[in-house]
C-alpha cells in the first residue's frame, strides 16, 4: 500500500442474511484529502463508515488503514469521528467530555492539549461551562473537539453539518478546511451538494451498496 493512500478498500462486501448492504466495492482514497462520500439513505455510506471504525466487519474483501487492516485495533488510532446524532450527557461540563474521551483513547489528560483543541474549533473558554448551556452549534464544536483528540491522520464525519444554522455550518466548514490545510485526511458525508463542492477534492457516491461514481469534485460536476 503507497504511503500516499490513507485507505484502501479491495472487494468490500457487506451483507446482512442475503441482503448485500455492499457489493463489491474497490477504490482508495488518498492521503492529505478532502474525500466526500455520498448517496441516499440506505445507500451504505455509514456501514462503509462504521466498518473504517471496528463498530462492524466486512463479509468478504480487505479495508486497509494507514497500512493496517481494519481488523487489527490499533488501525483505529488513526481515527477521529463524529457521528451524525451525537449523544452527549449535557449535565457534563465540556472539559469533561474531552477528558472522558480522552481517557478512552488512552491519551494522556493535558489541560494545555484541551484549552488548545478548543481554541481550535471556537470553544476557548469554554472548558469549565455545562453543555446544556450550549447552542446546537457549540455542541457540534464540542464534538469536533472530541474528534480532535490525539491529532489523528483521518477524520471521518458522518453528516457534520446535518440541522445546523448557516453561522454554524459555516463555521464547521471552516474547521474542515483547517485540517485538510493541516495535512489531515477528511472523509465526510452530506446531502447538500454546495458542500461537497466547496470542500472536496474527491467524491465517491453509492447507490444500493455499489459504487455509481468515483472521481475529483470536477469530474462529478461535469458528471451530474
Not at 22 to 40: C, Q, S
Not at 127 to 133: A, G, Q, R
Request: proline share 3%; net charge negative; charged share 25%.
Amino acid at each position: 500500500m503507497s504511503e500516499s493512500v490513507a485507505v484502501e478498500v479491495v472487494g468490500l462486501e457487506f451483507k446482512i442474511g442475503n441482503k448485500l448492504i455492499l457489493d463489491h466495492l474497490d477504490f482508495t482514497i488518498p492521503r492529505g484529502k478532502v474525500f466526500a462520500v455520498l448517496g441516499h439513505n440506505g445507500a451504505g455510506k455509514t456501514t462503509f463508515f462504521h466498518i473504517l471504525l471496528g463498530l462492524k466487519y466486512q463479509t468478504a474483501g480487505v479495508v486497509r488503514i494507514l497500512g493496517k487492516s481494519n481488523e487489527d485495533w490499533r488501525s483505529r488510532s488513526a481515527i477521529g469521528y463524529v457521528v451524525e446524532r451525537p449523544y452527549l450527557n449535557l449535565d457534563h461540563q465540556f472539559g469533561a467530555l474531552l477528558n472522558y474521551h480522552a481517557r478512552l483513547a488512552g491519551i494522556p489528560r493535558e489541560l494545555a492539549v484541551f484549552e488548545q483543541i478548543a481554541e481550535e474549533v471556537g470553544l476557548k473558554g469554554h472548558l469549565d461551562d455545562v453543555l446544556n448551556t450550549f447552542s446546537k452549534g457549540m455542541l457540534q464544536k464540542a464534538v469536533l473537539a472530541q474528534a480532535a483528540l490525539g491529532n489523528p491522520e483521518i477524520k471521518i464525519l458522518d453528516e457534520p453539518m446535518s440541522g445546523l444554522d448557516p453561522e454554524s455550518r459555516e463555521s464547521v466548514k471552516g474547521q474542515i478546511q483547517k485540517w485538510s490545510a493541516a495535512g489531515k485526511t477528511i472523509i465526510f458525508s452530506s446531502h447538500v451538494m454546495e458542500d461537497v463542492e466547496q470542500l472536496a477534492d474527491e467524491v465517491l457516491i453509492l447507490e444500493d451498496g455499489k459504487i455509481k461514481f468515483r472521481g475529483s469534485v470536477s469530474e462529478w460536476k461535469d458528471d451530474k
